[in-house]
């Protein structure tokens, strides 16, 4: 057999474990054998819970995600969600874009998709649209435009925990950034290994089904995303995971190492920048954020305060869907230019004993 025939068998026999997995011994969030596809209760804007607490009850029962995937600016936008289960995030954010914009689901598990389209009618009566917003096609991630999936056509790609779950992440990030517009974003949440993880967790069905096994040691998405042409990883946020479970044999298997679950965004420009620095002032009118616009973990936008940052930075907003929410003026010469860098997202994870909302956590959850 060619290493090509085994690496699609090894392809195939992923896909239809992880079907398997989602599709029939999973019936709803509280059967996961770890902690890992939960998402703790934290600090989101009051627009974004209002959205979420209006998904109906059975696809909230079935959501899996590791993180919240939802980021502003979404007025009118075109969102794909890649692993989009039964539409927890699908749903939110057709409330979100509004009745002009636009929200398809991928996923690859039938049973998902199917409770995520037994519920298009009754979000786009609830949000008051003449005619439902949001669409769910069955397909793989490695293979969208397969799917029906139009190059080039969305401002904004998501994906909630499902990254991790694709044998073949180049070829998913690949195809993510055919599917982005110029300009667009990826922002996704998934796990991360602060190695590469040994063949007994990875061949394990059990913990790859459960978002362990195919983590990405960290770096490696940087050279991914580089490879296929994105921009640098900006790391939005990040949360130790100590793997929780039942099983101790499970428990024993993952030992010391060590994950993450971390939120990125990546973008799509094909601009290159002119070296030259710009200030940037972000002119605080994005719902839900008057006071300041984090980009990532190194480079947030204070309202009305101009921040001196790379050619390069300024060329992937004035190109992104945020580009009239900052004005641009020139930077003749300024001392400290920001920059987005790779940040280790071990290094900045915010502890699993931090405060969250309902105990006792930042005012702003209330
Ligand atoms: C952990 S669940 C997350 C589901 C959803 N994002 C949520 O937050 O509830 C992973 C989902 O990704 C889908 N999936 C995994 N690998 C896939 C692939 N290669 N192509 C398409 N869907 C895939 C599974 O069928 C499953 O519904």
């Not at 509004?98 to 009754?122: F, N, P, S």
């Not at 230019?337 to 956590?361: H, I, L, T, Y």
Request: glycine share 8%; hydrophobic share 35%.
């Amino acid at each position: 057999m060619s290493s090509c025939d085994k690496r699609a068998n090894e392809e195939d026999r992923v896909h239809a474990s992880v079907k398997d997995y989602y599709g029939k011994t999973l019936k709803k969030s509280d059967d996961l054998a770890t902690n890992v596809c939960t998402t703790p209760t934290t600090r989101l804007p009051k627009y974004v819970r209002e959205a979420l607490k209006l998904v109906h009850d059975e696809v909230a029962s079935k959501y899996y995600g590791c993180g919240i995937v939802i980021p502003p600016c979404l007025h009118g936008a075109h969102v794909l969600d890649l692993g989009s289960g039964s539409g927890r995030d699908c749903y939110a954010l057709s409330k979100l874009v509004g009745e002009t914009g636009q929200v398809t689901g991928l996923d690859m598990t039938e049973e998902q998709v199917a409770v995520a389209r037994k519920h298009i009618d009754y979000h786009a009566k609830v949000f008051g649209y003449a005619e439902p917003n949001t669409d769910f096609v069955l397909g793989y991630i490695e293979r969208p435009i397969e799917a029906g999936i139009k190059e080039n056509n969305y401002d904004l790609v998501i994906s909630n925990c499902v990254v991790n779950l694709v044998p073949d992440k180049r070829a998913a990030l690949g195809e993510i950034y055919k599917v982005l517009k110029d300009g667009g974003e990826f922002y996704f949440s998934d796990l991360y290994a602060n190695c590469d993880l040994p063949d007994n967790i990875r061949k394990h069905e059990v913990l790859w089904g459960e978002c362990i096994s195919g983590a990405l040691y960290w770096k490696d998405l940087g050279k991914i995303a580089e490879e296929v042409g994105f921009s640098t990883p900006m790391l939005i946020s990040s949360r130790e995971i100590s793997i929780n479970s039942k099983s101790s044999k499970l428990r024993e298997l993952v030992g010391d190492y060590k994950f993450v679950s971390a939120e990125y965004r990546l973008f799509k420009c094909s601009t290159q920048g002119d070296g030259k620095p710009v200030n940037v002032v972000y002119k605080g009118e994005l719902e839900g954020l008057p006071d300041e616009f984090i980009l990532d973990k190194n480079i947030s936008f204070k309202k009305d305060e101009p921040l001196c940052v790379s050619g390069n930075l300024a060329v992937i907003l004035k190109c992104s869907r945020y580009r009239d929410e900052f004005k641009y003026e020139p930077a003749p010469c300024c001392a400290t230019e920001s920059q987005v860098a790779a940040v280790n997202p071990f290094d900045v994870a915010v502890s699993e004993d931090a405060k969250v909302c309902g105990e006792g956590g930042p005012s702003c959850c209330a």
